[in-house]
């Protein structure tokens, strides 16, 4: 079973930054796709970011040019990097992994990010 393990979330304020992390149990060079996610209180999970298999990426409207993913495939790590947070950024964030064959989702058990106003 894989295993996705996120750290990183805590308390900022307003204009700081983070970097939040995605350890996963197998080589992430598995995955077709790997992503954050996030759902704040009383809303939907939507999509943050995700990065593909071959380096491409991918951002909600809402952090482009403040946050920015990436891989570490020696750590089978997956980041996030946030900079300029907003307190709209407060949310529990997920990492997410996927498989095409089997088609497979996997998640982590998240980590809340909480930006002060």
């Known amino acids: 079973q894989v295993q996705l393990v996120e750290s990183g979330g805590t308390l900022v304020q307003t204009g700081g930054s983070l970097r939040l992390s995605c350890a996963a149990s197998?080589?992430?060079?598995?995955?077709?796709?790997m992503g954050w996610f996030r759902q704040a209180p009383g809303k939907q999970r939507e999509l943050v970011a995700r990065?593909?298999?071959?380096?491409?990426?991918d951002y909600a409207d809402s952090v482009k040019g403040r946050f920015t993913i990436s891989r570490d495939g020696i750590r089978n790590t997956v980041y996030l990097q946030m900079n300029s947070l907003k307190p709209e950024d407060t949310a529990v964030y997920y990492c997410n992994a996927d498989r095409l064959n089997p088609g497979v989702s996997y998640w982590g058990q998240g980590t809340q990010v909480t930006v002060s106003s």
């Open positions: 990065i593909f298999v071959a380096g491409t990426t």
């Open positions: 197998e080589s992430i060079s598995s995955f077709i796709r």
